[in-house]
Nanobody, 116 residues
Framework: QVQLVESGGGLVQPGGSLRLSCAAS????????VTWHRQAAGKQRELVAL???????NYADSVKGRFAISRDNAKSTVNLQMNSLKPEDTAVYYC??????????WGQGTQVTVAS
């Protein structure tokens, strides 16, 4: 059974930092594309960052230069380092991966609130 579990969310002041983690079980994470998405209240879910199976990365324009996605194969996690946070970064953050023959899997999400 494939499970993804996000952690690391919380309340942070504008300009602050948070580090989110997505832990996988039931699948080998190291050879998968993994994405982070976010969904703000009343808005559609949007792609924030991608790390490919070969560790290439890509980011939404709104977070380029502030967020960094990385993989820790020893822990089977994919992390999202978020710096210089803005109120508009407030959202529930989700990780996602696709497992061949099983489909797409999402975590339960972790809330990030940026407010003074």
């Amino acid at each position: 059974q494939v499970q993804l579990v996000e952690s690391g969310g919380g309340l942070v002041q504008p300009g602050g930092s948070l580090r989110l983690s997505c832990a996988a079980s039931g699948t080998i994470f190291s050879n998968k594309h993994v994405t982070w998405h976010r969904q703000a209240a009343g808005k559609q879910r949007e792609l924030v960052a991608l790390i490919t199976s070969s560790d290439n990365t890509n980011y939404a324009d709104s977070v380029k230069g502030r967020f960094a996605i990385s993989r820790d194969n020893a822990k089977s996690t994919v992390n999202l380092q978020m710096n210089s946070l803005k109120p508009e970064d407030t959202a529930v953050y989700y990780c996602n991966t696709f497992v061949p023959r099983l489909g797409s899997f999402w975590g339960q999400g972790t809330q990030v609130t940026v407010a003074s």
